[in-house]
């Protein structure tokens, strides 16, 4: 059974430019997160997708921004990205059986994004 | 809003020894808990989990015992090894129909032969 696929696994940018991380769920796995984690802070909580809906958004600017497709495959982008953006974020699927309840994420490798 | 405080580390020991990384959380009502392990260069793994009071988590010797009355989450091992060297996180499901999870800041267990 595939886990979680994140790409790319590494990305250099510049400061300024805009960045798009992809994530595959495992199949049948409707729910998406994005945390960003990084020494100082740890892991944050960026967005949570189900069904192609944004259902949570943490506490970032809005140059942080993301979406879900129909096949449960995800995205996000940072534009105009600053030096502090500089983080791993990974992606994390769960099976949503019903409302309310919480079966734990799985979670891919991540994208290791530095901003130079 | 939710938190969540773990033991800070690093937490260094030698093989065959006992392990008890801390874990308390703040909640209203009932969240889910957790514990990830992050090995270097990877992403997080789902350790185990409990979703209501005094239910234990279980996997590969670690457990953890979900106590409402102290609100805490401690993860032990009775013997640990040195492939169980990694970061440690405590984390608790938010409710609601959200599956977000709030997180420790991690704990790293060296484990020497």
């Known amino acids: 059974k595939a886990g979680v696929t994140q790409t790319p696994r590494y990305l250099i940018k510049t400061r300024g430019q805009q960045v798009t991380l992809s994530c595959s769920p495992i199949s049948g796995h409707r729910s998406v997160s994005w945390y960003q984690q990084t020494p100082g802070q740890g892991l944050q909580f960026l967005f949570e997708y189900f069904s192609e809906t944004q259902r949570n958004k943490g506490n970032f600017p809005g140059r942080f921004s993301g979406r879900q497709f129909s096949n449960s495959r995800s995205e996000m982008n940072v534009s105009t990205l600053e030096l502090g953006d500089s983080a791993l974020y990974l992606c994390a699927s769960s099976l949503v059986r019903k409302k309310g309840s919480n079966y734990g994420y799985t979670f891919g490798s991540g994208t290791r994004l530095t901003v130079v | 809003g939710d938190s969540v405080t773990q033991m800070e580390g690093p937490v260094t020991l030698s093989e065959e020894a006992f392990l008890t990384i801390n874990c308390t959380y703040t909640?209203?009502?009932?969240?889910?808990l957790f514990w990830y392990v992050q090995y270097p260069g990877e992403g997080l793994q789902l350790l185990l989990k409990?979703?209501?009071?005094?239910d234990k988590g279980s996997n590969k010797g670690f457990e953890a015992t979900y106590r409402k009355e102290t609100t805490s989450f401690h993860l032990e091992k009775g013997s640990v090894q040195v492939s169980d060297s990694a970061v440690y996180f405590c984390?608790?499901?938010?409710?609601?129909?959200?599956?977000?999870?709030?997180f420790g800041k991690g704990t790293k267990l060296t484990v020497n032969p």
């Open positions: 909640a209203t009502g009932y969240p889910s």
């Open positions: 409990a979703t209501k009071a005094d």
């Open positions: 984390a608790l499901g938010a409710q609601g129909g959200s599956e977000k999870l709030v």
